[in-house]
């Protein structure tokens, strides 16, 4: 397995083009995940890697199993990752880098998207994993109750309400948290219909430094997915 840091392996990929690294760093099983698409496979990330080319990176944050970057002093990304017995198996990226680099997924009908939404949008509390650190429930609360209760005034952002206005029905979800030091992490999703009722399911990150919120939510990804065909849950 591979003694590399998270943020030192990304370093080597981007820079160095040393993609002979994700035969140590990733699981033969590893998939990956954006907001379009989901990797299966290690030689199927490696071959996405390649697509990349060489790139200068610079890493902004680094909390071991979470790392924020910025490419070409362009575009900036989050990569999470889940790793057994040393190797990356899942890993999840969050870029804003503006232009979508693959197709979506085609995915068939998941039953009902809005059942319940009301009473969780309106609670005080966020429903949370249950591996979720607990100081982070504050936060997590606070911004529940602004992003899924649409208290606007408890997070003051120009995303939030642009995103609500692309999707009425929002209804946002914590996956994990990383806390290390005074560096909180958030990842999480959102998932709903666009005004002409198509389906929309992003992954979203946020970093919190202090005072300071990095927020990452890919906006090329949102853009695909509008222009999709209606997917008919009819069965006719």
Avoid at 96 to 121: C, F, K, M
Wanted: charged share 20%; aromatic share 8%; net charge negative.
């Amino acid at each position: 397995m591979s003694d590399l840091s998270l943020a030192a392996l990304e370093t080597a990929l981007r820079q160095d083009c040393a993609y002979g690294l994700l035969g140590e760093s990733h699981a033969h099983r590893a998939v990956r995940e954006d907001s379009l698409t989901l990797i299966k496979g290690r030689d199927a990330i490696v071959a996405a890697w390649v697509g990349e080319g060489r790139q200068q990176v610079a890493i902004d944050a680094d909390l071991g199993a979470m790392i924020a970057y910025q490419v070409d002093g362009a575009w900036h990304g989050h990569r999470w990752v889940w790793r057994e017995d040393g190797r990356i198996l899942r890993e999840v990226v969050v870029e804003n880098r503006g232009v979508a680099q693959s197709p979506p997924a085609v995915h068939p009908p998941l039953g009902e998207l809005n059942a319940g939404r009301g009473q969780y949008a309106t609670a005080e509390a966020a429903l949370l994993p249950a591996d979720f650190p607990e100081s982070v429930r504050p936060l997590a609360d606070r911004l529940h109750r602004a992003w899924n209760g649409r208290a606007f005034d408890l997070y003051g952002s120009d995303w939030l309400p642009c995103l609500i206005r692309l999707i009425p029905d929002a209804h946002f979800q914590f996956e994990r948290a990383i806390v290390l030091g005074d560096n909180i992490a958030l990842l999480w999703r959102v998932m709903g219909h666009d005004a002409g009722g198509q389906r929309i399911r992003l992954i979203g990150s946020s970093l919190f430094q202090g005072d300071m919120d990095q927020t990452l939510l890919d906006w090329a990804a949102l853009a695909v997915q509008q222009q999709q065909p209606l997917i008919d849950y009819s069965g006719g």
